[in-house]
């Protein structure tokens, strides 16, 4: 009966990832589906830059709203189940089980709230990770079974190829970066991830990137992962970089980025500088590349078009003949669904890109 149910399960998620769906509201049907056969009460799904695997679009429903910065701040420090290091395992899906204590997220937070189990599961392919998803369990002598971990595992591919199609898309048709407010994006925030200090355009980004109701303050996710994964930098618990490249609707695609201030202002409590701004070309051909599942001979080859490379410079530059390289572009117009080498160079680069 129960792998009746997985089986069935399986079908419809695969089925509502192939559909006409946004990728929001994609997220939201194969949530609803998976709640008909696993048993969970809060849940936490973030897109990630498929190169730096930070997360940038968070959809969420969790008790410790309030303490969101603190929860995003453990969740990279954490080593029990990252979602990193999940990339690598032979299954993608993870259960904290009866190893809550290992668990820093769960020890310094979750067990305030009776949360008592997690199940974390990654969406990466040969191409970078696409996202993670956590799903939380409370109550007493609950626990995560095998059936729940088979059910994430059968979805986790073709999961991972809606997220990176549906990624693929925001590249055809794009308009010009619209900033939605003049002048630089930054943020200071302090270790606890406080923002103490924003810039009237970071503000305006924040909005658009996680839409608030309105008259409500813009929830700043996306700048908190970004910095918490510079403390995660720090303390050695992943070194992947501290930035995360996100597509704003309507707007375009931004890259988010934290370092660290050389020295902190007499004037201002925080060390950590968030920036959000324009993703350069180069950063948007890789993106394109990675989203249309282009391959590393194919992404090169992008690479030329970009500069004006004619086929007998390519040719030269990738040491090929001229037939492979038109077969080479053959491949790529096939992924993208583009017809020309012009416009999958617009697509890549966007209108008004900057390398």
Known sequence: MADNRRRRARERIERVCVSSLDERSMRSAILE???????????????????????????????????LPELIRLKYLTETNRWTALIDRTSP??????????????????????IVDIASLVFADRYGCWG??????AGEKR????????????????????????????????????????GPA???????????????A??????????????AAPIPAAAYNVAAQLLANESGVDDHPASARAFVAGRGWVTLQASRLDSASADVAGTIAV????????????????SHGLSAREQELLRLLSRGAETRDIAGAMTITEYTVQDHLKSIFGKTTLTSRSAVVTAALGPGATN
Do not use: H, K, M
């Open 93 to 114: 899906v993870a259960l904290l089980n009866s190893d809550l204590g290992r668990s820093r997220v769960w020890r310094e937070l979750l067990c305030d709230f009776g």
């Open 186 to 200: 930054v943020l200071i925030l302090d270790d606890d991830l406080t923002i103490t200090v924003r810039t009237t």
């Open 143 to 182: 626990r995560f079974d095998a059936t729940a971990a088979g059910l994430l595992a059968d979805i986790a591919a073709p999961v991972c190829a809606a997220i990176r199609t549906r990624q693929a898309a925001t590249f055809l048709g794009a308009q010009p970066l619209s900033a939605p407010g003049t």
């Open 202 to 215: 970071a503000t305006q980004w924040l909005r658009s990137l996680l839409p608030t109701a309105p008259g």
């Open 275 to 290: 920036s959000i701004e324009e993703t350069a070309a180069q950063s948007r051909l890789d993106l394109f590349g990675r």
């Open 33 to 67: 589906e998976v709640s008909r056969v696993v048993d969970f009460d809060s849940y936490v799904w973030l897109l990630t830059d498929p190169g730096s695997t930070v997360g940038c679009a968070p959809l969420a429903d969790v008790p410790c709203l309030p303490r």
């Open 132 to 137: 993670f998803l956590d799903l939380w369990l």
